[in-house]
């Protein structure tokens, strides 16, 4: 991490004199990815009950799996010798995402919905063990679905984009 990184101008400065390695955008990029995370799960919004075992959990599980597939697509565009990595990965990355998105949300809502009002609806899921451990640690089956496909969301992204960029070169 470099001083001027947090100041544009000079940034701007050392980029157009072409100083700035692919390695140096990919990292910014991660930055970026990380300091995200860092203000979604630090309660700052509305996301997650703020401090707790549990979000701090799911925060921990989401970073892991930022590094690992924000490298692996690293990886698999080239690495260092791609120079277009982060025109691919901006590019590639709106429909990933768009589809990503739609493909885990529709199944979360679907699990949500069977079990709010489906056929299980009238099982009694707070007998299971799964609920009792969920309420001791201050979860519930909301926070379960919730954490999966925050997890599952990242994993099919990267994986999906890994998949994909060495495609393009």
Do not use: H
Not at 89 to 97: A, D, M, P, R, Y
């Amino acid at each position: 991490m470099r001083y001027d990184w947090f100041r544009p101008r000079r940034f701007a400065k050392r980029f157009v004199a072409g100083q700035v390695s692919n390695r140096e955008v990919a990292y910014l990029m991660l930055s970026n990815l990380v300091f995200g995370s860092v203000i979604f799960y630090g309660a700052f919004t509305w996301a997650n009950p703020p401090w707790t075992l549990l979000s701090l959990f799911e925060f921990v599980s989401v970073l892991i799996v930022t590094f690992v597939g924000f490298t692996r697509v690293y990886d698999a565009a080239g690495g260092d010798k791609n120079d277009s990595f982060a025109a691919l990965f901006n590019c590639l990355s709106f429909g990933v995402w768009f589809w990503s998105t739609v493909i885990v949300w529709v199944v979360y809502w679907g699990v949500v919905w069977v079990f709010r009002y489906g056929i299980v609806s009238a099982y009694r899921f707070d007998k299971l063990a799964l609920a009792q451990n969920l309420a001791a640690i201050g979860g519930n089956y909301d926070w379960l679905w919730t954490f999966l496909a925050a997890l599952l969301w990242q994993i099919l992204y990267f994986s999906w984009l890994t998949r994909v960029i060495p495609r393009a070169r």
